[in-house]
Protein backbone atom coordinates (compact mmCIF):
# COMPACT_ATOMS: atom_id res chain seq x y z
CA UNK A 1 0.00 0.00 0.00
CA UNK A 2 1.49 3.64 -0.93
CA UNK A 3 1.44 6.24 1.65
CA UNK A 4 -1.19 9.69 1.02
CA UNK A 5 -0.03 12.72 -0.23
CA UNK A 6 -0.91 15.49 2.36
CA UNK A 7 -2.08 18.89 -0.01
CA UNK A 8 -2.56 22.01 1.32
CA UNK A 9 -5.84 22.31 1.39
CA UNK A 10 -5.97 19.29 3.63
CA UNK A 11 -3.52 20.73 5.95
CA UNK A 12 -5.59 23.93 6.53
CA UNK A 13 -8.60 22.38 6.99
CA UNK A 14 -6.95 20.02 9.90
CA UNK A 15 -5.73 23.01 11.66
CA UNK A 16 -9.48 24.87 11.36
CA UNK A 17 -11.10 21.66 12.90
CA UNK A 18 -8.19 21.73 15.86
CA UNK A 19 -8.90 25.11 16.71
CA UNK A 20 -12.51 25.04 16.48
CA UNK A 21 -11.85 21.88 19.12
CA UNK A 22 -10.15 23.95 21.45
CA UNK A 23 -12.70 26.75 21.16
CA UNK A 24 -15.46 24.75 22.78
CA UNK A 25 -13.02 23.06 25.01
CA UNK A 26 -12.49 26.33 26.59
CA UNK A 27 -16.24 27.78 26.34
CA UNK A 28 -17.06 24.46 28.33
CA UNK A 29 -14.40 25.34 31.03
CA UNK A 30 -15.51 28.32 31.28
CA UNK A 31 -19.63 27.74 31.65
CA UNK A 32 -18.36 24.64 34.04
CA UNK A 33 -16.47 27.96 36.31
CA UNK A 34 -20.16 29.95 36.20
CA UNK A 35 -21.73 26.73 37.45
CA UNK A 36 -19.47 26.29 40.33
CA UNK A 37 -19.29 29.77 40.93
CA UNK A 38 -23.40 30.69 40.77
CA UNK A 39 -23.95 27.30 43.10
CA UNK A 40 -21.13 28.63 45.53
CA UNK A 41 -23.38 31.95 45.78
CA UNK A 42 -26.68 29.85 46.17
CA UNK A 43 -24.82 28.07 49.01
CA UNK A 44 -22.68 30.84 50.54
CA UNK A 45 -26.59 33.30 50.89
CA UNK A 46 -28.46 30.10 52.18
CA UNK A 47 -26.20 29.56 54.97
CA UNK A 48 -26.19 33.43 55.84
CA UNK A 49 -30.12 33.11 55.52
CA UNK A 50 -30.11 30.26 57.56
CA UNK A 51 -27.80 31.36 60.29
CA UNK A 52 -30.11 34.69 59.84
CA UNK A 53 -32.79 32.93 60.68
CA UNK A 54 -31.02 31.16 63.90
CA UNK A 55 -29.90 34.25 65.13
CA UNK A 56 -33.86 35.93 65.13
CA UNK A 57 -35.66 32.32 65.92
CA UNK A 58 -33.66 31.16 69.14
CA UNK A 59 -32.36 34.70 70.20
CA UNK A 60 -34.26 35.48 73.07
CA UNK A 61 -34.41 39.32 72.63
CA UNK A 62 -36.36 38.65 69.64
CA UNK A 63 -38.56 35.86 70.36
CA UNK A 64 -41.51 38.19 71.32
CA UNK A 65 -41.62 40.27 67.73
CA UNK A 66 -40.84 36.57 66.13
CA UNK A 67 -44.38 35.32 67.99
CA UNK A 68 -45.90 38.58 66.69
CA UNK A 69 -45.35 37.97 63.10
CA UNK A 70 -46.04 34.54 63.17
CA UNK A 71 -49.28 35.76 64.93
CA UNK A 72 -50.09 37.94 62.01
CA UNK A 73 -49.32 35.36 59.44
CA UNK A 74 -51.71 32.79 61.26
CA UNK A 75 -53.84 35.79 62.06
CA UNK A 76 -53.96 36.21 57.87
CA UNK A 77 -53.88 32.67 57.12
CA UNK A 78 -57.03 31.65 59.22
CA UNK A 79 -59.10 34.80 58.17
CA UNK A 80 -58.65 35.68 54.57
CA UNK A 81 -62.24 34.39 53.52
CA UNK A 82 -63.75 37.04 56.33
CA UNK A 83 -61.63 40.23 55.06
CA UNK A 84 -61.50 39.03 51.78
CA UNK A 85 -65.52 39.63 51.57
CA UNK A 86 -65.51 42.77 54.22
CA UNK A 87 -62.88 44.43 51.43
CA UNK A 88 -65.82 43.07 48.34
CA UNK A 89 -68.61 44.55 50.72
CA UNK A 90 -66.79 48.04 50.95
CA UNK A 91 -66.84 48.37 47.10
CA UNK A 92 -70.78 47.66 46.77
CA UNK A 93 -73.12 50.66 45.70
CA UNK A 94 -76.56 51.24 47.74
CA UNK A 95 -79.28 53.55 46.25
CA UNK A 96 -82.93 53.77 47.22
CA UNK A 97 -85.73 54.21 45.02
CA UNK A 98 -89.40 55.98 46.68
CA UNK A 99 -93.17 55.42 45.99
CA UNK A 100 -92.40 52.12 43.96
CA UNK A 101 -96.07 50.75 42.82
CA UNK A 102 -97.52 47.34 44.43
CA UNK A 103 -99.22 45.13 42.60
CA UNK A 104 -100.58 41.76 43.89
CA UNK A 105 -101.06 38.06 42.34
CA UNK A 106 -104.52 36.80 43.73
CA UNK A 107 -108.17 35.50 41.99
CA UNK A 108 -109.04 39.34 41.43
CA UNK A 109 -112.75 37.66 40.05
CA UNK A 110 -113.39 35.56 43.36
CA UNK A 111 -111.77 37.57 45.86
CA UNK A 112 -111.42 41.46 46.83
CA UNK A 113 -108.08 42.86 48.27
CA UNK A 114 -107.90 45.01 50.86
CA UNK A 115 -104.69 46.44 53.18
CA UNK A 116 -101.99 46.01 50.46
CA UNK A 117 -100.18 49.72 50.46
CA UNK A 118 -100.15 51.25 46.83
CA UNK A 119 -96.59 52.18 47.40
CA UNK A 120 -92.93 50.99 48.84
CA UNK A 121 -89.47 52.07 48.44
CA UNK A 122 -86.73 49.56 47.31
CA UNK A 123 -82.81 49.72 48.26
CA UNK A 124 -80.51 48.56 45.76
CA UNK A 125 -77.43 46.85 46.44
CA UNK A 126 -74.54 45.97 44.37
CA UNK A 127 -72.02 47.26 41.90
CA UNK A 128 -72.43 50.85 41.06
CA UNK A 129 -73.53 50.13 37.21
CA UNK A 130 -76.07 47.29 38.26
CA UNK A 131 -77.42 49.31 40.63
CA UNK A 132 -77.95 52.43 38.60
CA UNK A 133 -79.45 50.13 35.55
CA UNK A 134 -81.84 48.79 38.24
CA UNK A 135 -82.61 52.05 39.75
CA UNK A 136 -83.49 53.43 36.01
CA UNK A 137 -85.26 50.39 34.81
CA UNK A 138 -89.20 49.73 33.94
CA UNK A 139 -88.91 46.36 34.17
CA UNK A 140 -88.82 45.67 37.61
CA UNK A 141 -92.10 45.73 39.86
CA UNK A 142 -92.65 45.15 43.86
CA UNK A 143 -95.43 43.00 44.73
CA UNK A 144 -97.27 40.42 46.95
CA UNK A 145 -97.43 36.74 45.67
CA UNK A 146 -101.33 35.90 47.28
CA UNK A 147 -101.96 33.01 44.97
CA UNK A 148 -103.55 30.23 46.94
CA UNK A 149 -104.33 31.79 49.95
CA UNK A 150 -107.78 31.98 51.05
CA UNK A 151 -110.40 34.74 52.66
CA UNK A 152 -108.71 36.19 55.85
CA UNK A 153 -106.08 38.04 57.03
CA UNK A 154 -102.86 36.89 55.83
CA UNK A 155 -99.35 38.47 56.47
CA UNK A 156 -97.18 38.28 53.08
CA UNK A 157 -93.82 39.26 52.72
CA UNK A 158 -93.35 41.81 49.22
CA UNK A 159 -91.53 40.19 46.48
CA UNK A 160 -89.29 41.61 43.74
CA UNK A 161 -89.06 41.09 40.01
CA UNK A 162 -87.09 42.71 36.92
CA UNK A 163 -84.17 44.53 38.19
CA UNK A 164 -81.02 41.79 37.20
CA UNK A 165 -79.67 39.31 39.29
CA UNK A 166 -76.44 41.01 39.76
CA UNK A 167 -77.94 43.27 42.56
CA UNK A 168 -80.02 42.73 45.76
CA UNK A 169 -83.33 44.54 46.41
CA UNK A 170 -85.19 45.09 49.54
CA UNK A 171 -88.31 46.16 50.22
CA UNK A 172 -89.58 49.20 53.08
CA UNK A 173 -91.94 47.93 54.23
CA UNK A 174 -90.94 44.05 54.35
CA UNK A 175 -94.75 42.38 55.20
CA UNK A 176 -97.72 43.77 54.82
CA UNK A 177 -101.19 42.18 56.60
CA UNK A 178 -103.39 41.93 53.82
CA UNK A 179 -107.35 40.83 53.63
CA UNK A 180 -109.22 38.93 51.28
CA UNK A 181 -112.84 38.79 51.41
CA UNK A 182 -115.08 36.88 48.85
CA UNK A 183 -116.83 38.89 46.27
CA UNK A 184 -120.74 38.71 45.63
CA UNK A 185 -123.00 40.40 43.28
CA UNK A 186 -126.18 43.04 43.86
CA UNK A 187 -128.03 45.04 41.44
CA UNK A 188 -128.16 49.03 41.84
CA UNK A 189 -130.13 51.65 39.68
CA UNK A 190 -127.81 54.08 37.47
CA UNK A 191 -128.22 58.15 38.26
CA UNK A 192 -125.66 60.26 36.62
CA UNK A 193 -123.74 63.85 36.84
CA UNK A 194 -122.50 66.29 34.28
CA UNK A 195 -118.97 66.74 34.54
CA UNK A 196 -116.84 69.22 32.14
CA UNK A 197 -120.05 71.87 32.53
CA UNK A 198 -117.34 74.23 32.19
CA UNK A 199 -116.34 73.63 28.98
CA UNK A 200 -119.68 73.89 27.43
CA UNK A 201 -121.21 77.35 26.21
CA UNK A 202 -122.83 78.91 28.52
CA UNK A 203 -126.07 79.53 26.38
CA UNK A 204 -126.54 75.52 26.42
CA UNK A 205 -127.87 73.19 28.86
CA UNK A 206 -127.89 69.46 28.77
CA UNK A 207 -131.31 67.45 29.32
CA UNK A 208 -132.44 64.68 31.29
CA UNK A 209 -130.54 61.42 29.29
CA UNK A 210 -132.09 58.18 28.07
CA UNK A 211 -129.97 55.57 29.26
CA UNK A 212 -129.54 52.00 27.27
CA UNK A 213 -130.25 49.96 30.38
CA UNK A 214 -130.78 51.44 33.92
CA UNK A 215 -129.64 48.79 36.56
CA UNK A 216 -126.23 47.46 36.18
CA UNK A 217 -124.69 44.76 38.59
CA UNK A 218 -122.20 45.10 40.93
CA UNK A 219 -119.67 42.93 42.44
CA UNK A 220 -117.72 43.56 45.68
CA UNK A 221 -117.20 42.25 49.08
CA UNK A 222 -120.50 42.57 51.01
CA UNK A 223 -118.98 45.55 53.55
CA UNK A 224 -117.76 47.30 50.10
CA UNK A 225 -121.63 46.56 49.01
CA UNK A 226 -123.36 48.09 52.14
CA UNK A 227 -120.98 50.97 51.61
CA UNK A 228 -122.47 51.98 48.29
CA UNK A 229 -124.94 54.67 48.03
CA UNK A 230 -125.26 55.13 44.51
CA UNK A 231 -123.91 54.08 40.99
CA UNK A 232 -123.06 57.41 38.62
CA UNK A 233 -122.93 57.51 34.21
CA UNK A 234 -120.61 60.63 34.29
CA UNK A 235 -121.43 61.94 31.08
CA UNK A 236 -119.02 64.42 29.67
CA UNK A 237 -121.09 67.42 28.12
CA UNK A 238 -117.45 69.37 26.99
CA UNK A 239 -118.07 71.21 24.00
CA UNK A 240 -121.53 69.72 22.91
CA UNK A 241 -123.85 72.09 20.66
CA UNK A 242 -126.28 69.61 20.44
CA UNK A 243 -127.93 66.60 21.28
CA UNK A 244 -125.25 63.72 21.38
CA UNK A 245 -124.86 59.90 22.08
CA UNK A 246 -121.57 59.15 24.61
CA UNK A 247 -120.86 55.41 26.41
CA UNK A 248 -120.57 56.73 29.92
CA UNK A 249 -118.10 55.59 32.39
CA UNK A 250 -120.10 54.45 35.51
CA UNK A 251 -119.14 54.85 39.12
CA UNK A 252 -119.89 53.77 42.64
CA UNK A 253 -119.74 55.88 45.34
CA UNK A 254 -120.66 55.91 48.99
CA UNK A 255 -123.02 58.56 51.18
CA UNK A 256 -119.67 61.25 51.55
CA UNK A 257 -119.74 60.98 47.78
CA UNK A 258 -116.59 59.42 47.62
CA UNK A 259 -115.57 56.89 44.42
CA UNK A 260 -115.67 53.13 45.98
CA UNK A 261 -113.93 50.90 43.99
CA UNK A 262 -115.56 48.05 42.96
CA UNK A 263 -116.08 45.41 39.70
CA UNK A 264 -119.24 47.21 37.99
CA UNK A 265 -120.70 45.01 35.06
CA UNK A 266 -120.53 46.57 32.57
CA UNK A 267 -118.38 49.71 32.77
CA UNK A 268 -119.79 51.68 30.57
CA UNK A 269 -123.36 52.46 29.76
CA UNK A 270 -125.09 54.15 26.28
CA UNK A 271 -126.35 57.36 26.74
CA UNK A 272 -128.73 60.04 24.53
CA UNK A 273 -128.19 63.41 25.76
CA UNK A 274 -131.02 66.10 24.87
CA UNK A 275 -129.28 70.03 24.46
CA UNK A 276 -131.23 72.85 24.59
CA UNK A 277 -130.70 76.16 25.05
CA UNK A 278 -132.95 77.60 27.49
CA UNK A 279 -133.83 81.19 28.00
CA UNK A 280 -135.69 83.39 29.98
CA UNK A 281 -136.31 87.23 29.76
CA UNK A 282 -136.67 88.91 33.14
CA UNK A 283 -136.39 92.84 34.29
CA UNK A 284 -133.13 94.60 35.77
CA UNK A 285 -133.74 95.47 39.61
CA UNK A 286 -131.59 98.20 41.13
CA UNK A 287 -130.67 97.50 44.64
CA UNK A 288 -129.48 100.77 46.53
CA UNK A 289 -126.59 100.37 49.04
CA UNK A 290 -124.96 103.03 51.39
CA UNK A 291 -126.61 106.85 51.75
CA UNK A 292 -125.82 110.02 49.81
CA UNK A 293 -123.37 112.58 50.83
CA UNK A 294 -124.30 116.08 52.62
CA UNK A 295 -128.20 115.21 53.18
CA UNK A 296 -129.11 114.65 49.45
CA UNK A 297 -130.90 111.52 48.32
CA UNK A 298 -131.17 110.10 44.85
CA UNK A 299 -133.90 111.61 42.64
CA UNK A 300 -134.48 108.52 39.97
CA UNK A 301 -132.33 106.32 37.79
CA UNK A 302 -132.82 105.50 34.29
CA UNK A 303 -130.80 102.47 33.01
CA UNK A 304 -130.27 101.94 28.96
CA UNK A 305 -131.55 98.08 29.68
CA UNK A 306 -134.87 97.78 31.51
CA UNK A 307 -134.37 93.39 31.01
CA UNK A 308 -132.13 91.05 30.08
CA UNK A 309 -132.23 87.60 28.58
CA UNK A 310 -130.42 85.15 30.92
CA UNK A 311 -129.84 81.82 29.93
CA UNK A 312 -130.09 78.27 32.40
CA UNK A 313 -131.08 74.92 33.42
CA UNK A 314 -135.13 75.00 33.01
CA UNK A 315 -135.20 74.32 36.85
CA UNK A 316 -133.27 77.42 37.16
CA UNK A 317 -134.76 79.61 35.60
CA UNK A 318 -138.39 78.71 36.38
CA UNK A 319 -137.21 80.42 39.87
CA UNK A 320 -135.81 83.60 38.72
CA UNK A 321 -138.25 86.58 38.48
CA UNK A 322 -135.14 89.38 38.44
CA UNK A 323 -131.43 90.02 37.91
CA UNK A 324 -129.63 92.60 40.41
CA UNK A 325 -127.39 95.83 39.67
CA UNK A 326 -125.97 96.88 42.95
CA UNK A 327 -125.42 100.62 43.30
CA UNK A 328 -123.52 102.37 45.59
CA UNK A 329 -125.16 105.10 46.97
CA UNK A 330 -122.26 106.61 49.65
CA UNK A 331 -120.22 106.61 46.59
CA UNK A 332 -122.15 109.83 44.53
CA UNK A 333 -121.71 113.50 44.84
CA UNK A 334 -123.75 114.69 41.80
CA UNK A 335 -125.55 113.39 39.00
CA UNK A 336 -123.70 110.59 37.42
CA UNK A 337 -123.63 108.20 34.70
CA UNK A 338 -122.63 104.85 36.36
CA UNK A 339 -121.37 101.51 34.82
CA UNK A 340 -122.18 98.36 36.49
CA UNK A 341 -121.95 94.70 36.13
CA UNK A 342 -125.37 92.50 36.55
CA UNK A 343 -125.32 90.26 39.21
CA UNK A 344 -126.25 86.81 37.05
CA UNK A 345 -128.31 84.26 40.15
CA UNK A 346 -126.93 81.14 40.84
CA UNK A 347 -127.15 78.31 38.27
CA UNK A 348 -127.27 81.30 35.26
CA UNK A 349 -124.99 80.56 32.50
CA UNK A 350 -124.99 84.22 30.96
CA UNK A 351 -126.76 86.87 30.00
CA UNK A 352 -127.66 88.83 27.27
CA UNK A 353 -125.90 91.98 28.43
CA UNK A 354 -123.29 91.81 31.05
CA UNK A 355 -123.88 95.30 32.54
CA UNK A 356 -125.89 98.56 32.31
CA UNK A 357 -125.14 102.58 32.40
CA UNK A 358 -127.34 103.93 35.06
CA UNK A 359 -127.89 107.67 34.37
CA UNK A 360 -128.07 108.96 38.56
CA UNK A 361 -129.85 112.36 39.48
CA UNK A 362 -129.88 114.11 42.89
CA UNK A 363 -132.10 115.86 45.42
CA UNK A 364 -132.64 117.61 48.56
CA UNK A 365 -133.46 114.53 50.97
CA UNK A 366 -136.37 115.39 53.27
CA UNK A 367 -138.06 113.49 56.10
CA UNK A 368 -141.83 112.79 56.87
CA UNK A 369 -143.32 110.60 59.34
CA UNK A 370 -146.14 108.13 57.88
CA UNK A 371 -148.67 107.30 60.54
CA UNK A 372 -151.16 104.39 60.88
CA UNK A 373 -148.78 101.69 59.56
CA UNK A 374 -150.62 98.31 60.31
CA UNK A 375 -148.15 95.79 62.29
CA UNK A 376 -148.26 92.51 60.59
CA UNK A 377 -146.72 88.97 62.02
CA UNK A 378 -145.14 86.26 60.32
CA UNK A 379 -143.82 82.70 61.47
CA UNK A 380 -146.71 82.02 64.07
CA UNK A 381 -145.97 78.37 63.53
CA UNK A 382 -147.72 77.11 66.67
CA UNK A 383 -150.68 79.12 65.58
CA UNK A 384 -150.59 80.60 69.32
CA UNK A 385 -153.88 82.93 70.06
CA UNK A 386 -152.30 86.59 70.94
CA UNK A 387 -153.83 89.85 72.04
CA UNK A 388 -152.29 93.36 72.75
CA UNK A 389 -152.68 94.89 76.12
CA UNK A 390 -153.28 98.26 74.64
CA UNK A 391 -155.19 96.99 71.61
CA UNK A 392 -152.36 99.09 69.32
CA UNK A 393 -152.31 97.41 65.97
CA UNK A 394 -150.49 100.30 64.17
CA UNK A 395 -147.18 102.06 64.36
CA UNK A 396 -145.73 104.93 62.53
CA UNK A 397 -142.48 105.26 60.15
CA UNK A 398 -139.91 107.86 59.29
CA UNK A 399 -139.42 107.96 55.09
CA UNK A 400 -136.58 109.53 53.82
CA UNK A 401 -136.46 110.88 50.22
CA UNK A 402 -136.58 113.18 47.79
CA UNK A 403 -139.42 115.81 47.88
CA UNK A 404 -141.19 113.66 44.94
CA UNK A 405 -140.75 110.40 46.43
CA UNK A 406 -141.76 110.50 49.49
CA UNK A 407 -145.01 112.31 48.61
CA UNK A 408 -145.46 109.12 46.62
CA UNK A 409 -145.75 107.11 49.97
CA UNK A 410 -148.91 105.85 51.67
CA UNK A 411 -148.74 104.15 55.04
CA UNK A 412 -150.43 100.75 53.12
CA UNK A 413 -147.00 100.98 50.63
CA UNK A 414 -145.14 100.24 53.52
CA UNK A 415 -145.23 96.77 55.69
CA UNK A 416 -143.88 96.66 58.94
CA UNK A 417 -144.17 92.93 61.10
CA UNK A 418 -142.51 90.76 64.26
CA UNK A 419 -141.67 87.58 63.59
CA UNK A 420 -143.07 84.70 66.03
CA UNK A 421 -141.16 81.54 65.47
CA UNK A 422 -139.97 81.80 68.56
CA UNK A 423 -142.91 83.24 70.44
CA UNK A 424 -143.52 81.51 73.76
CA UNK A 425 -146.48 81.92 76.18
CA UNK A 426 -146.58 84.98 78.35
CA UNK A 427 -146.41 88.97 77.61
CA UNK A 428 -143.13 89.31 75.85
CA UNK A 429 -141.87 92.22 73.62
CA UNK A 430 -141.37 91.57 70.16
CA UNK A 431 -138.31 93.19 67.55
CA UNK A 432 -139.95 95.04 64.98
CA UNK A 433 -138.97 95.49 61.34
CA UNK A 434 -139.53 97.00 58.23
CA UNK A 435 -139.62 95.82 54.44
CA UNK A 436 -137.47 98.01 52.03
CA UNK A 437 -138.98 97.56 48.89
CA UNK A 438 -137.13 96.60 46.00
CA UNK A 439 -135.98 99.19 43.62
CA UNK A 440 -137.53 101.94 45.76
CA UNK A 441 -135.93 105.22 46.28
CA UNK A 442 -137.03 106.02 49.54
CA UNK A 443 -135.53 104.75 53.20
CA UNK A 444 -137.98 103.63 55.84
CA UNK A 445 -136.68 103.74 59.36
CA UNK A 446 -139.08 102.72 62.78
CA UNK A 447 -139.96 105.45 64.82
CA UNK A 448 -140.55 102.50 67.89
CA UNK A 449 -138.32 98.59 67.49
CA UNK A 450 -140.10 96.89 69.64
CA UNK A 451 -143.61 95.57 70.10
CA UNK A 452 -145.68 93.80 73.07
CA UNK A 453 -148.05 90.99 72.78
CA UNK A 454 -149.45 88.70 75.24
CA UNK A 455 -149.22 85.07 73.73
CA UNK A 456 -151.55 82.41 74.75
CA UNK A 457 -151.10 79.34 75.45
CA UNK A 458 -154.00 77.71 73.45
CA UNK A 459 -154.06 77.52 69.70
CA UNK A 460 -156.23 79.00 67.36
CA UNK A 461 -156.78 77.69 63.66
CA UNK A 462 -158.42 80.77 62.17
CA UNK A 463 -156.88 83.22 59.61
CA UNK A 464 -155.55 85.73 62.04
CA UNK A 465 -154.64 83.21 64.84
CA UNK A 466 -155.90 85.90 67.64
CA UNK A 467 -153.19 88.55 67.34
CA UNK A 468 -155.21 91.30 66.63
CA UNK A 469 -153.03 91.95 63.92
CA UNK A 470 -152.11 90.66 60.06
CA UNK A 471 -150.73 87.50 58.98
CA UNK A 472 -147.78 89.44 57.43
Do not use: C
Not at 69 to 75: F, P, R
Not at 190 to 205: E, H
Request: net charge negative; no cysteine; charged share 20%.
Amino acid sequence: MSDKKHTPVDEEEAKSKTELAQKIARQSKKAEDAYQHLENGIFKATRWFSTLLDKLLFNSKHTKLVALVLAVLMYLVVNYDSMSKVYTTSLKYTKTVSDVAVTAQYNSDTYELTGLPEKADITITGDAASVTNAANTTEGRVYADLDGLSEGEHTVKLKTDGYGASVTVVTNPTNVVVTLKKKTTQQFDISYDFINQNQMDDIYSPGTPEFDYTKVNVRASKDTLNSIAFVKALIDVSKQTSDFEQDAKLVAYDTSGNPVKADIVPETVHVKVPVTSPSKVVPINVEVSGEVPDGKAIDSITMDQQSVTIYGSETVLANIEQVVVNLDASSLTKDSSVVRPIVLPSGVGSASVSQVTMAVTLGEGVKKTIDGVTINYINNVKNYKATQPDNKTTTSVVVFGTQKNVDKIKASDINVYFDMSKAEPGLQEFQLFVEQPEGSLVKYSLVESTYKMNVLGETNTSEDSGTGVNNG
